[in-house]
């Protein structure tokens, strides 16, 4: 009887290590068409998002087409910034970590804002105008799990409007100085009153839900 039941024990313990190393692979191992899409639904501030909106990126190992769709930032309502583009990444998709490169358009580029000072809060948009430009972002994709399903986009790049950064000054300035000599006290602060260069970079944070990422068989 002992025989038997050392038989029978025996007997699990080899099926065990052959049946849990294959199961194993089931969540790790690519399965037979590799080649299917990678899709990401997304919401996030800046860059592709605008000021705040949402991403949508269907690709493959070492790329993707990319949609943003988003507000811009505009000081008195909102305008809609659409931003398609395209992304190569530096590492498989199956890397939890993959540095990318991202080029894309924006119908925004760029905001400029002239108003009153702000006084208790709240100021007297005088003129506003947004520039379509091109956008260049750096940054890494970072998928959380086993199957990455959950991402974290982070980017910093340069947005720069096709006007020219020289035109666009001239156009703030200009107006800027229209305003003032008709009376008004524009704001300053933090330098609203001009066009710098560091208003042209662009920060980027996103979090998104990812499928096909890992490869793994779901």
Known sequence: MKRHV?????????????????????????PENATRPVVELGAGLGGYYG?????????????????????????????????????????????????????FFSSIGHTINVSDRIVGGSSDVLYQEHFPGLGFLAGVDWGR????????????????????????????????RFWRSSGHDIEDRLGLDTVTPLDYVSLSLGVSIAWGRSLASN
């Open 6 to 30: 050392l038989r029978f024990l025996l007997g699990i313990v080899l099926g065990l290590s052959f049946v849990l190393p294959v199961a194993g692979q089931v969540s790790s191992v690519p």
């Open 51 to 103: 000021t705040f909106g949402g991403k949508v990126s269907v690709g493959g190992n070492r790329w993707s087409v990319d949609l943003g769709l988003g507000l811009g930032p505009l000081a008195d309502g909102a305008v809609v910034d659409i931003s398609p583009g395209m992304s190569v990444y530096f590492a498989d998709r199956t890397k939890a970590l993959r540095p990318k490169v991202s080029l």
């Open 145 to 176: 799990g086993q199957k990455r399903r959950i991402c974290l986009d982070i980017g910093l790049g340069y947005v720069y409007p096709f006007k020219g950064y020289a035109a666009v000054k001239r156009i703030m300035d200009d107006q800027v």
